[in-house]
């Protein structure tokens, strides 16, 4: 097997060496169906460690020789014979920190150390929490005697954070990053022979990369990899396209690996299949020369006419199978999925996809939901992106981060465009070797439009800023000269970094591109981040020392600006590229506008941290889907004791005109102001207000407020009825609590507790409330202005799923759905 530095270039394209003998009788061929190439490893056993104690550390360190000699003395739980069956039972992903109990600063607190605890959602972790910023985790391996002769190796997609990997009590990899992928080959250190085979990984979590909630464990996929021993090397398949008059010509590098001990010669074999399934072209290579334990690459191309383009409303893919060929035997497969499309940055006409202008309305998120934490399973990667599909968002930057390959693959099955952003902004030897690897993991998404560079980082508009910029920005064009850089600035749009990269980013200060794009017309611009409107859920009106803001499109801190304000530039300015709301949900962490306990997360979100819509996320869908009637009416109307005061009543539409009804009788009718809203100051009455939407004098939508009676049912609703008995699907359960008549309750906090009768578990509970102190992890949560969600994972049997949510006094609510087979 190479060494871990040679493994992990092994996408290099290095040039072959001439033969000089045959490829060695033992080589084994491809593994067959039942033994496939890549195994998810989801269940592990997970314990916390201790960075303060050795003996709660389960030895680590507690010897001083401890990397004296490999295979011992590193950790008890390292070794391959510890019993671990005290340890919990996890499934991958898992984010520790989530299950910890909240911090409340001590009094007096220092303000470094309160804005570090805010900053991760006051969760118990860090240097200040020894007991809870280690974790470790252990998982056995089924390796076979037929598995000597292939290559193995483990890839990790993240894990949070200073990592240490052991095979049978040998440390085979070390890993700083929180975000970056990393692989590492572990065949040296297996026993084949049948004795016990186990990984286990120590994940140091007290120190952090960022100033909003991380979480802490593998909480990305975790895969182990069986090949033969010559074979596609990690992320060595690379295919790009170029879409022209004639069609598309696709050409597709692959870099073959030779773990073996003697040079051989093998063929690759590519066919590239359509989005519907049909082999439509060939690829053939010349025969490639493979040097002992070397690498070699080999490029072909193939015109594809009238293909089939990728887009964000045919999100089309299609696959390239490629098979290694030595002495006849196909001893390697492996498929690389890839859309054909054309993206442009331009000056004038802002972005454009397949040749036509598309404005990006894009939003920046972090990576946690409620109830899991970072820890999101594949399936609510893609919930996500369907909600704010629905808004007409088209667009995502991974802040500020490179996101989770899961998020990537849903995001190229759904038509969500991507911007991957590099956690570091630095040309040191670490940081480039992550970027690397971000690139040639991330290079084959046809969703992924950009790579960014940098965000608001402190030298970006210095000399030293456009040295650093430039060399990543280098390495970059080297491994994927198909995309361009970015950076998202707040100053220095004019020089240093911004002098670099070839797409120049503004968080917030929108108002300002028009000035900068008169001075430099042939520079292409976007909003970085935008917006920044903060709310809290289902409320209308201040209330700083409840920690809570309203849900009008008002609030914002003094660096950004409204929806409406940011949005009405940008829809009407050709040449900016588009924007990115900061932020599509709310996220734990940096808490703001409150930033004191017990604020626990963003109110930044145009949905809060469960995915429930606050009203700002009308307004989007309103200017985002104009082609879809709408209007939208806030706030509730149900507000006892106020008979006769004003309530400030908006609409949200896209509607020529609308017309505002309170008890049938007519408050007026006005036109819609083209990406604004409407007002009017309405005397409460009870009962029920109703917007209209008309046009060319036709009514074509409406919305409806009633004044709601006390709580008498919980309703439940499954974001699917068919999911996968994979054991990794996941159902998306919304609840929430109505009158006797089915209204809406608006300020119901009903306690509720959610029940599975079938294969499948309640993973998490969450409600939207960025102050809610309750257990994520749990199986019982209050409503939150009238909703509550939870998270409920489904086994591997098929068969019925009765979900159910009850509360004191109230009509329970069920949910039922039926779990089908997994395909393998």
């Not at 972090?366 to 808004?391: N, S, Y």
């Not at 588009?578 to 949900?585: A, H």
């Not at 049938?664 to 209209?692: C, D, F, Q, T």
């Not at 919980?714 to 699917?720: E, M, P, Q, S």
């Amino acid at each position: 097997m190479p060494s871990r530095r040679e493994f992990l270039q092994s996408g290099a394209s290095l040039a072959g060496v001439a033969a000089t003998g045959l490829v060695p009788a033992t080589i084994a061929a491809a593994p067959s169906t039942a033994t496939a190439r890549t195994i998810r490893l989801s269940e592990w056993r997970f314990h916390l460690g201790h960075a303060a104690d050795q003996d709660r550390d389960f030895g680590y360190g507690r010897n001083q020789r401890t990397f004296a000699k490999a295979g011992a003395a590193t950790a008890d739980a390292a070794q391959p014979n510890f019993d671990d069956t005290a340890w919990r039972k996890v499934r991958i992903p898992h984010d520790w920190a989530v299950e910890l109990p909240f911090a409340k600063p001590a009094v007096p607190a220092t303000k470094e150390s309160e804005d570090a605890v805010a900053a991760h959602g006051f969760k118990a972790i860090g240097r200040d929490h020894p007991e809870n910023s280690i974790g470790w985790y252990r998982t056995a391996l089924t390796i076979s005697a037929a598995d000597r002769d292939r290559s193995l190796w483990l890839e990790f997609d993240g894990v949070f954070r200073d990592s240490i990997v052991f095979i049978n009590g040998y440390v085979v990899a070390t890993n700083a990053s929180g975000y970056a992928p990393f692989a590492v080959p572990i065949g040296d250190f297996l026993d084949y022979d049948g004795g016990p085979n186990v990984v286990a990984v120590r994940v140091d979590a007290s120190l952090g990369e960022g100033w909003f909630y991380e979480g802490a464990g593998l909480y990305r996929n975790v895969d182990l990899v069986r090949t033969a021993a010559i074979h596609v090397a990690y992320h060595g398949s690379f295919v790009s396209c170029a879409v022209g008059p004639d069609g598309a010509d696709v050409s597709a590098t692959i870099d073959i690996a030779n773990d073996t001990s003697a040079p051989v010669v093998a063929q690759l074999n590519q066919t590239i299949y359509d989005p519907s399934g049909h082999s439509v072209a060939s690829l053939t290579a010349a025969a490639l020369t493979i040097a002992a334990r070397g690498r070699a690459s080999a490029t072909a191309h193939v015109v594809l006419p009238a293909p089939k383009l990728w887009s964000v409303d045919t999100p089309l893919l299609y696959r390239l199978h490629t098979e290694v060929v030595v002495e006849g035997v196909v001893v390697d497969r492996f498929d690389t999925p890839f859309g054909i499309r054309t993206i442009h940055f331009d000056p004038a006409q802002g972005f454009l996809l397949n040749g036509k202008a598309v404005k990006l309305l894009g939003t920046c998120n972090h990576q946690d939901h409620a109830g899991v934490g970072t820890g999101i399973p594949d399936a609510l990667h893609g919930w996500r992106i369907d909600q704010l599909k629905a808004m007409g968002s088209n667009a995502w930057r991974s802040a500020h981060n490179p996101p989770a390959t899961a998020l990537l693959d849903q995001c190229d099955a759904k038509g969500m465009l991507m911007i991957v952003e590099a956690r570091r902004n630095s040309s040191d030897p670490e940081s480039m070797d992550e970027l690397e690897r971000i690139v040639r993991r991330d290079r084959n998404h046809p969703c992924v439009i950009a790579w960014s560079l940098g965000n608001e980082e402190p030298q970006q508009g210095t000399a030293r800023g456009a040295r650093v910029t430039a060399a990543m920005q280098a390495r970059v064009r080297t491994l994927d000269p198909t995309r361009p850089t970015t950076f998202a600035f707040d100053n220095s749009w004019d020089k240093g970094a911004a002098k670099v990269v070839d797409v120049v980013g503004f968080n917030y200060r929108t108002d300002q591109i028009e000035a900068f794009h008169s001075a430099h017309p042939d520079v292409p611009v976007y909003g970085s981040e935008t917006g920044s409107t903060v709310a809290t859920r289902g409320a209308y009106a201040n209330d700083a020392a409840a920690h809570v803001m309203r849900a009008y499109d008002t609030e914002h801190p003094w660096w950004a600006s409204t929806a409406e304000s940011w949005w009405s530039i940008a829809a009407e300015r050709p040449y900016i590229a588009g924007g990115f709301i900061w932020t599509g949900f709310d996220y734990r962490g940096e808490p703001t506008p409150y930033s004191q306990f017990p604020s626990i997360s963003s109110y930044f979100g145009v949905l809060d941290t469960c995915g429930f819509p606050k009203d700002n996320y009308y307004y989007y869908r309103s200017w985002w889907r104009p082609d879809v009637p709408l209007v939208h009416l806030l706030p509730h109307w149900t507000w006892p004791g106020r008979d006769g005061m004003p309530i400030e009543v908006w609409v949200h539409g896209n509607c020529e005109e609308v017309e505002l009804l309170l008890n049938g009788r007519s408050l007026g009718r006005k036109a819609m102001p083209r990406n604004r809203h409407l007002v009017w100051n309405v005397a409460y009455a009870p009962g029920r207000i109703e917007a209209r939407g008309y046009n060319s004098g036709r009514r074509v939508t409406q919305a409806v407020r009633e004044t709601a009676g006390p709580a008498a049912a919980v309703i439940l609703t499954a974001d699917k009825r068919l999911p996968v008995a994979s054991g990794d699907d996941v159902v998306v359960v919304r609840a929430e609590i109505v009158d006797r008549r089915g209204r809406p309750v608006p300020d119901a906090a009903s306690p509720l507790h959610f029940s599975v009768v079938g294969d499948a578990e309640v993973i998490g509970v969450g409600n939207g409330d960025p102050t809610c102190l309750e257990a994520d992890h749990a199986s019982t949560r209050r409503a939150f202005h009238g909703l509550a969600q939870a998270i409920v994972r489904i086994g591997s049997t098929a068969g019925p799923v009765r979900i159910a949510a009850t509360s004191p006094g109230l009509s329970a609510g069920v949910a039922m759905v039926m779990a089908k087979p997994s395909v393998k």
